[in-house]
């Protein structure tokens, strides 16, 4: 599978001068469409001059405008496919070769760590580590087991973690008890949940810090979100995989643990006693 524009500016934006930096955050915070306007358009909404729009356009590696704006017009439209869409007659392998399926998902995982640096998977840990902040987490119709996975291990090793469950209604309850400190985990992939979209913008305005977990097509919320994780999620399947985010999710919890090694050492013996 071809890289996305979002692979693109993660694996260039630290070489980017600042011009061009703003150029892809602006298109990040409004993708695709923004990058569906015109070159004016574009460059007036990120505050940049046309020529730095093209020249930003060709350092992720297209010839020019028409043809950046025609990938991301098919990324459009793969945001936009049902399963029913997807669906394909399944591919046979001879005895001994791995699934198709297990491949996908074995290089899904692969392209996704591939994409994700270690400033930025640090950053995270650091914020998940901060005792005094909150954390909420939640996810979509498919993605929410991910992250109920990731708060029943983090209420483990630090306190002020908490799920949220139910109806939208709940969720917005609980946006009286959160701040600028507090940290709010979005798991969601195509096609993405209005609700969610929703939800993250009423966080985002109370100055919730958002860690977005999505795939390469970026979930609308990505435009709230302070740092976005972009997974790859497509197999030869009717249905999208989670398993790269699950991983990239198991590594945070790991890097967490190590950091807070000394509280969450004695929350588990102390949780151990009481059982």
Sequence with gaps: MALSIAELIADRIDTMPASERRA?????????????????????????????????????????????????????????????????????????EASPMLEATLENIRETFRHVSEKQMREIVMLLSNPRAKTFLIGGRFTDPVARYMAAHLTIIRPNVFHLTGQESNWRDQLIDMGKRDVLLIFDIRRYQDSLVRFAEKAHQRGVQIVLFT????????????????????????????????????????????????????RIREMEDLR
Excluded: C
């Design 24 to 96: 892809a955050q602006t298109l990040i915070a409004s993708y695709p469409m923004i990058g569906l306007k015109t070159v004016a358009d574009f460059s007036m909404q990120a505050g940049v001059s046309s020529p730095t729009i093209l020249r930003f356009v060709s350092r992720l590696g297209f010839q020019n405008y028409p043809e950046f704006q025609s990938a991301l017009q098919d990324e459009l439209a793969a945001q936009l496919q049902s399963p029913l869409s997807r669906t394909a007659s399944p591919s046979s392998h001879g005895r001994g």
């Design 215 to 266: 795939d390469q097509w970026l979930s609308p919320i990505a435009r709230f979100a302070r740092h976005v994780i972009a997974g790859r999620t497509a197999v030869p399947s009717p249905w999208d995989s989670s398993s790269a985010l699950f991983v990239v999710a198991e590594a945070l919890i790991g890097e967490i643990t190590r950091e807070l090694e000394a509280e969450s050492a004695r």
